[in-house]
């Protein structure tokens, strides 16, 4: 199993940017999206299901962030707008092999997600 993150860089504030998890090696899975910010523990921001797009985001971004897969490409994307500051953090994908009729996913216990990308930096500054 492998997952590629990418799509990280320098941010102003107020600006947008794309990441890209490429999956291989899972049929069906979770994706989840986490980030660790300087001096504070990671934390699950959202998270998409393998099966009919359930999605889940943190209070901090829900309604800044979203979550895509292309299952056809085995690319989950993680969209977000109107950043700050405190969005800076190294970004990580996750995934977790369900059955292929799940059709939910939990971002809270990271120790759910069996596999990791390597992590991508967003740094939002003017």
């Known amino acids: 199993v492998q997952l590629q993150a990418s799509g990280g860089g320098l941010v102003q504030p107020g600006g947008s940017v794309r990441l890209s998890c490429a999956a291989s090696?899972?049929?069906?899975?979770?994706i989840g999206w986490f980030r660790q910010a300087p001096g504070k523990e990671r934390e699950g921001i959202g998270c998409?299901?393998?099966?009919?797009?359930?999605?889940d985001y943190a209070a901090s971004v829900k309604g800044r962030f979203s979550i895509t897969r292309d299952n056809a490409k085995k690319i989950v994307y993680l969209y977000m707008h109107s950043l700050s500051p405190e969005d800076t953090a190294v970004y990580y994908c996750?995934?977790?092999?369900?059955?292929?009729?799940?059709?939910?996913?939990?971002?809270?216990?990271?120790?759910?997600?069996?596999?990791w990308g390597q992590g991508t930096l967003v740094t939002v500054s003017s």
């Open positions: 996750a995934a977790q092999a369900v059955p292929e009729w799940w059709l939910e996913c939990n971002r809270s216990n990271e120790h759910d997600w069996a596999y």
């Open positions: 090696g899972l049929t069906y899975y979770n």
């Open positions: 998409i299901s393998s099966k009919d797009g359930y999605e």
